[in-house]
């Protein structure tokens, strides 16, 4: 999750430790503080807090983010496969959100990562880009790199675009 505090007057939440800005559709900001969803979540919620993601960039074309290998380790020391598939769904989430716009939400319904290589230490980035952005639909593909920029995991998330 980012430093970021949503404001809910403007529908933008900004890092304290940068100077992103990511900018929620002020209803649904509305649609999810009356469930009880902090806006948060737009950044990973609890599981993005954890697993120590920062949102560096965001819009519906493009999304960057980081997290620490350190935490976020399987039991032979090697980034958990798992935290790369919740980065990438994280970043690809917030793309299609940002896409969706006004009056609608973004649900993942396919995920798919291929792991190239570990990483055992370090940030790794996540871009999200957009390659397919519709009325309905939305696929992003999702380049997770290590503090060298090589590879290490590539994925591909698809979220079902839905009205609030």
């Known amino acids: 999750m980012t430093d970021a505090a949503p404001d809910t007057a403007t529908g933008t939440a900004t890092g304290t430790d940068s100077a992103t800005v990511l900018k929620v559709p ?18 990973g919620g609890h599981l993005g807090e954890k697993l120590g993601i920062r949102i560096v960039e965001a819009s519906g074309d493009r999304v960057v983010g980081t997290m620490p290998v350190e935490g976020n380790q399987q039991p032979y020391g090697l980034l958990h496969g798992g935290a790369s598939a919740a980065l990438a769904e994280t970043l690809g989430s917030i793309g299609a959100m940002l896409h969706a716009g006004p009056g609608r ?3 993942g319904v396919d995920l798919n990562a ?24 939305a696929t992003y593909e999702i380049a997770i790199t290590d503090d060298t920029g090589k590879r290490i995991t590539s994925c591909r998330l698809t979220c079902m675009l839905r009205d609030l």
């Open 26 to 43: 002020q209803d649904v900001l509305d649609h999810f503080a009356k469930l009880g969803v902090d806006p948060g979540t737009f950044s």
């Open 105 to 107: 939400y973004a649900v």
């Open 114 to 137: 291929t792991h190239h290589r570990s990483a055992t230490s370090g940030l790794v980035t996540g871009v999200a880009t957009a390659v397919f952005r519709g009325r309905t639909a």
